[in-house]
């Protein structure tokens, strides 16, 4: 993590990371001014909290309350030399917790983070830049150039061959990766998580059998999501680049829509039409791009190559954000190498897809199968040993399909957690469902997966394979338990080089009678595909075209950007779009209009709910007002302080509307009971003389919202390198 610290008055300090600002001073005695806590007082508090905090992921998973467990911790300095010293955490425990929990939280504070950073003893290294912000220089393990030559299956180059390359495409976007955490629990299975030190909404997890293949894993996903824009899904780009000659990439080519917003010639083609288009519903605004909002300009469109005949088809840019994800891409050291990758994944996940929607009951590996494999092995046994019996299954449904499946069971709550994997060496698929099992995933993290069921609309409804996609924590079926497969057990294999392996996948999906397109994207130095196979690797349902389509922003981005600049005519015809829209109430404005507001503020917890009511406020009608301060209270997660601003407005509003209250009767104790800072903020939001409390101004150049900059930020460094290969390329 980077933590810039800027030098303010005197002897304070400001510490900047992620969304938060920590301010250091000193005492007085040692000419502070006392203001804040030391930096050494911050860490030391750091290992209590720290330790407190995995007391509380304990009781939480084993439904112990916390209210009567007390934590304390003192540092006993060794009198002839202060930097040896003595951290003393102690647990006060009430006497009904019992003995195996008592034991089982002691053992949590072991766990402390904190305390194994300091016992192991960190590196410190100084050095001097020319310029941090431009400094790029990746904060990776190891030196990636080192001689050591690994080779895995599925690999072009040797492990460290493919970090050095990929760590110096990053270095020359100038993006500073950093490693944020590495796991390790279960031998042969590692994950980690990296980000952009300077973004850290970008971000990607790697996984593997050593702790090589899982940073090449992460890397080279961070590269396919640059590549394929997908850190900046739905997220608006700004004006500046809205306006630019190209948005999203050079080659890409806008559509004006027909007479009566008809879909404009020259977008799709007949075989994808027909899948995204049945009812003949689709209009051309459905398609304008969320990022630029230029429904002027027209459809967005991208290059995509048909592979039945070489002939290139344009996908709108909304048609992709909107309905395959993440799904189809990935970066490899040779084009084939990630189109194998590219092609694993989509079946992986449209197979997933078919067995749990359908139940279908699939067949163990042999144990004398899976005894070729032994680390593959000793971490399911490490799993096993630890409480959670594990099922390998063949997903292959009877040798089509180059896909295994690796299931937990969780006795402790009856949750279950089925991960597959696919490549076309069935090794390799095995290593993968155990790898994505345990990505980024602690014991305790087990505790949170669901239970199975019956219910076939449960198992079959939409958002349950978007949960499945996005961490594997959907639901399955109790069928899928029968020791009655639907198929016979096949020890399939795909295998060959890349090259072979590509056209053995291309094949599967022609003998299904699938149609795929693919774009290449190598600007930055490592071929990217990205491949499309219409009504097989969407992730959400066409019709979200229609019904859920992200460019809904486009109605409220602007006017809820400049919120505080709206007379009351825009603001009642803003609050009448959103009421018309039947866009659900309890959604966050973030999602909304694709801003990445500061989390820790009120933009940042803002739902639509919420901007309604304060807008009726702005507009004085204040019983539908007081309706939607009932239903927040009721039913909205935010902050405390929130929370109590709304209650206090609760109150006054019902003072204020009452025909026999008077609220100068009330103010005295109302504002003992809430504070004169919230009182006065309700009262003048009740009277009109206070707007939109708690909302910073803003505008549609962004003003004010670093979060989003920055991601902004990081998005021109790729749209620059995007448009200087361009230039590069073009006939001189």
């Excluded at 948005?247 to 899948?275: C, M, N, T």
């Excluded at 992986?348 to 163990?364: G, H």
């Excluded at 937990?408 to 597959?420: E, Q, R």
């Excluded at 009608?621 to 929370?643: C, G, H, I, K, M």
């Amino acid at each position: 993590m980077e933590i810039k610290v800027n030098f303010l008055e005197n002897l304070r300090l400001e510490a900047k990371f992620d969304d938060f600002t920590v301010i250091t001073d000193q005492p007085i005695r040692y000419k502070g001014d006392g203001s804040a806590p030391s930096p050494f007082d911050y860490f030391l508090a750091s290992s209590a909290l720290c330790a407190a905090y995995f007391v509380r992921v304990y009781c939480i998973s084993r439904n112990i309350p916390t209210e009567n467990i007390r934590l304390s911790q003192n540092n006993i300095v060794d009198p002839e030399n202060r930097y040896s010293q003595i951290f003393k955490i102690q647990v006060e425990l009430p006497e009904d917790i019992s003995e195996k929990d008592r034991k089982g939280i002691l053992r949590a504070v072991e766990r402390c983070t904190v305390k194994k950073v300091v016992q192991t003893g960190p590196a410190f290294q100084i050095e001097e830049v020319t310029n941090i912000d431009e400094d790029a220089q990746a904060l990776l393990m190891g030196d990636p150039t080192a001689q050591q030559q690994t080779y895995i299956e599925g690999k072009d180059l040797p492990l460290e061959q493919t970090i050095a390359n990929m760590t110096a495409i990053l270095q020359q976007l100038g993006m500073k990766i950093e490693i944020a955490s590495w796991r390790n629990i279960v031998p042969h299975v590692w994950s980690l998580h990296i980000r952009d030190a300077a973004s850290p909404m970008c971000f990607t997890n790697g996984k593997g059998a050593t702790k090589e293949a899982a940073l090449c894993s992460a890397l080279g996903e961070f590269i396919e999501r640059l590549n394929c824009n997908f850190f900046y899904n739905d997220q608006y780009f700004g004006e500046e680049i809205a306006h630019s000659d190209f948005v999203h990439y050079p080659d890409e080519k806008w559509f004006k829509p027909g007479p009566d917003d008809q879909l404009p010639e020259g977008i799709l083609d007949a075989y994808s039409r027909a899948i995204y288009d049945p009812e003949g519903e689709l209009r051309g605004s459905h398609l304008i791009d969320t990022n630029s909002g230029r429904s002027d300009r027209g459809i967005c469109a991208l290059p995509y190559v048909r592979q039945s005949d070489g002939e290139t088809v344009y996908f709108p840019s909304n048609l992709i954000e909107n309905l395959f994800l993440s799904n189809g891409m990935s970066a490899g050291n040779t084009l084939h190498e990630a189109q194998v990758q590219c092609l694993s994944e989509i079946f992986e996940r449209a197979v997933k897809r078919q067995i749990i929607e359908q139940q279908i009951t699939l067949p163990d590996v042999p144990q004398e199968v899976l005894a070729k494999y032994p680390d593959i092995v000793e971490g399911i046994e490490a799993l096993e040993a630890q409480g959670f019996p594990i099922l390998v299954k063949d997903a292959s449904l009877g040798g089509q399909f180059p896909v295994a499946c690796v299931t937990l069971m969780n006795p402790k709550t009856s949750g279950v957690f089925a991960s597959f994997g696919a490549h076309p060496s069935f090794e390799v698929a095995l290593e993968r469902s155990l790898t994505e099992l345990m990505q980024g995933r602690s014991f305790e993290g087990l505790n949170d997966v669901p239970p199975p069921t019956f219910s076939e609309l449960a198992v079959s409804e939409p958002n349950n394979f978007v949960e499945h996609f996005i961490d594997s924590t959907g639901v399955v079926s109790w069928r899928f338990f029968s020791s009655k497969a639907d198929y016979d057990f096949v020890e399939w294999d795909f295998s060959g080089t890349n090259e072979d392996e590509a056209a053995t996948l291309f094949g599967i999906l022609e003998s299904i009678g699938k149609e795929a397109y693919m774009a290449v994207y190598d600007d930055l130095g490592a071929p990217t595909c990205r491949i499309l196979v219409p009504d097989y690797s969407e992730v959400y349902p066409v019709e979200d075209l229609i019904w859920d389509n992200t460019n809904v922003a486009l109605q409220f981005r602007e006017d809820i950007l400049n919120l505080h600049r709206l007379s009351d005519d825009q603001l009642r015809a803003l609050v009448e779009r959103i009421e018309d829209s039947e866009i659900d109430h309890y959604g966050d404005i973030i999602t909304l209009i694709g801003i990445e507001f500061d989390e820790n503020t009120v933009w940042g917890q803002l739902t639509l709910l919420e901007l309604k009511l304060i807008i009726y406020l702005a507009l004085g009608e204040l019983e539908p007002a007081y309706e939607l301060v009932e239903e927040f209270l009721q039913y909205n997660d935010n902050t405390v302080e929130r929370s109590l601003f709304y209650r206090a407005m609760s109150a006054v509003l019902e003072i204020t509307l009452s025909d026999e209250l008077v609220l100068q009767d009330y103010q005295y104790n109302l504002t003992r009971m809430f504070g004169e800072e919230t009182m006065q903020a309700v009262i003048g939001s009740v009277d009109g003389s206070v707007r939109f409390y708690g909302l910073t101004p803003t505008n549609t150049k962004l003003e004010g919202l670093d979060r989003h900059l920055r991601l902004i930020d990081s998005y021109k460094k790729l749209h620059a390198a995007r448009a200087a290969n361009h230039q590069q390329r073009k006939p001189q």
